[in-house]
């Protein structure tokens, strides 16, 4: 995996961010999601080296990245400053605008960094989420239910966490075997991966933090640019046919219009977890619109 890439482990203001850069190009910023690490990107990060310089980290929290201890308001673990990470790890290896791909959590850092950095970020991809305030104030029952660990993430110190570290593989694996289509899109190895890092408790509180922040800070921030900012760049959004997003929402396509002027998309016929599911049609999918002419 991730053949020719290097390693890296960059220090910035608030966390040590592990990660890996290789190929050559204009630069391009990967984001994972949960229960995953940058490793994710594996099937599509060497395709796309062949044309830009590829940069997949772990978020804050996640992986081999930092966890930083959190705070009473959840702010260590916003969005906001889990996205100023990434813009210290692109300038740090010499990179002051670049394009960003996000998968869901990773989706959720990268419009944030777009609408916080909008001179940084020259393209968007986001996958499988609408903005967390959008979000929020469409919830409903199927909500709740489709996206449970919204609520039971978010939950008070340190229920979540207890049950979490008491069985972490059964958490991990529920996700991977119930938010896919394709049911053979993790090999052994990096389904190993991803159950191992959810056994150290402090990953696990950070990706607790995270939630909390989320409907909190985030939410408020989200509401605070609404009408106000907007995405600057041309984004691309792409979301499963077969999840939450293209059921719970009749437009997906038109909830990110009210953010962005430049905004393109469409579903991919599998479930969560796009890149892993369906590497060649999303490696397609990413070049046709990174590789557009400006």
Not at 54 to 61: I, K
Not at 148 to 159: D, E, M, Y
Request: charged fraction near 25%; proline fraction near 8%.
């Amino acid at each position: 995996m991730f053949e020719g890439f290097d390693e890296f482990d960059i220090s910035t203001t608030g966390a040590s961010i592990h990660g890996r850069r290789g190929g050559s190009g204009p630069p391009l910023l990967l984001l994972h999601g949960i229960p995953e690490t940058h490793l994710m990107w594996h099937r599509v990060a060497p395709r796309l080296a062949e044309h830009h310089t590829v940069v997949a980290t772990d978020l804050r929290g996640y992986g081999d990245s930092g966890k930083p201890p959190s705070t009473a308001d959840h702010e260590p673990y916003s969005m906001r400053a889990i996205g100023r990470d990434q813009i210290e790890v692109m300038r740090h290896l010499g990179y002051d605008r670049f394009s960003v791909v996000g998968h869901d959590r990773g989706a959720r850092c990268a419009y944030r960094l777009a609408l916080d950095h909008p001179d940084a970020v020259l393209r968007l991809v986001v996958m499988d989420v609408v903005p967390v305030g959008d979000a929020y104030d469409r919830a409903d029952k199927d909500f709740s239910l489709a996206y449970w660990q919204w609520s039971f993430l978010a939950a008070p110190a340190p229920v979540p966490e207890q049950f979490i570290n008491a069985a972490p593989a059964n958490l991990v694996d529920f996700m991977l075997d119930t938010w896919p289509v394709v049911k053979d899109a993790f090999p052994t190895e990096v389904r190993a991966e991803y159950i191992e890092r959810f056994r150290h408790p402090d990953t696990v509180h950070a990706i607790c933090e995270e939630f909390r922040a989320a409907a909190t800070l985030d939410y408020q921030q989200d509401e605070a640019d609404r009408g106000n900012r907007k995405i600057a760049c041309p984004v691309l959004f792409l979301w499963s046919q077969r999840g939450p997003v293209a059921t719970l929402y009749d437009d997906p396509l038109a909830i990110w219009r009210e953010w962005a002027d430049d905004v393109r998309g469409g579903p991919v016929p599998v479930g969560h977890f796009i890149p892993e599911e369906a590497p060649e049609e999303t490696t397609r999918h990413l070049l046709g619109f990174l590789q557009e002419p400006s």
